[in-house]
């Protein structure tokens, strides 16, 4: 019996360890940058000028060829038309581009990049125009000033700009931590239940013995 209980506390055990491993396994594979704040914001309406459009993460962009290259921000209109005036710059967690827009309406941005954990993710989010009256409104380009179009920026995994199809690294090291101490907690449990059966085994030992040795006969 007690060795059917110790059996089955170390399948148990295992089978926490095995799950610790896929979390582990798995974490650096969903912990893909995503996007926490964007200026302007997601589905508003900006009222005044909007001289740079920012898009901020959870964690570094990086920059692996130190010239901007892998990034990639565009302010588009309906008609395809480009209104950022130059390359994005990369500043530790956010990516930013100068813009000037054009007539009041829908605007999106388009954005890619290369996340802290190397891989390249890649979104859009909108907002409406809506400038006071009197505002020049700037002709925009066909064309982005950095090359490209507006579908290559777009060719990574696209995410939203209000949160990320990969997991956040904090629920992540939240269930990493939860399962190491649910595994220390049936280690010590199954610790326990070894040292009371070896405590048990002499003494039902000594219970099953006679209390007196047989006597030769004629003693």
Not at 152 to 181: E, L, R, Y
């Amino acid at each position: 019996m007690r060795r059917g209980r110790l059996g089955g506390g170390l399948a148990a055990l295992a089978l926490v360890a095995g799950f610790a491993g896929a979390v582990l396994v798995a974490a650096p594979a969903s912990a893909h940058d995503y996007v926490v704040s964007t200026t302007p914001k997601a589905d508003t309406t900006a009222d005044a000028a909007v001289p740079t459009v920012d898009v901020t993460f959870d964690d570094v962009v990086l920059d692996p060829q130190h010239d901007g290259s892998t990034t990639v921000l565009q302010v588009t209109d309906p008609s395809g038309k480009h209104f950022e005036t130059s390359c994005p710059a990369v500043s530790g967690r956010q990516i930013s581009v100068p813009t000037a827009l054009g007539d009041a309406g829908a605007y999106t941005v388009t954005w890619r990049i290369v996340s802290a954990d190397g891989h390249p993710v890649s979104g859009t989010f909108g907002f409406e125009y809506r400038p006071p009256s009197g505002t020049t409104s700037a002709a925009g380009q066909a064309a982005s000033p950095c090359g490209g179009s507006t579908a290559q920026a777009g060719a990574a995994t696209a995410t939203k700009a209000n949160g990320s199809s990969a997991v956040s690294p904090g629920v992540v090291v939240g269930i990493v931590v939860a399962v190491v101490v649910l595994a220390a907690v049936v280690a010590v449990l199954l610790t326990r239940r070894a040292r009371r059966s070896l405590d048990a085994a002499p003494d039902a030992a000594a219970d099953g013995a006679p209390d007196d040795a047989p006597q030769a006969p004629g003693e």
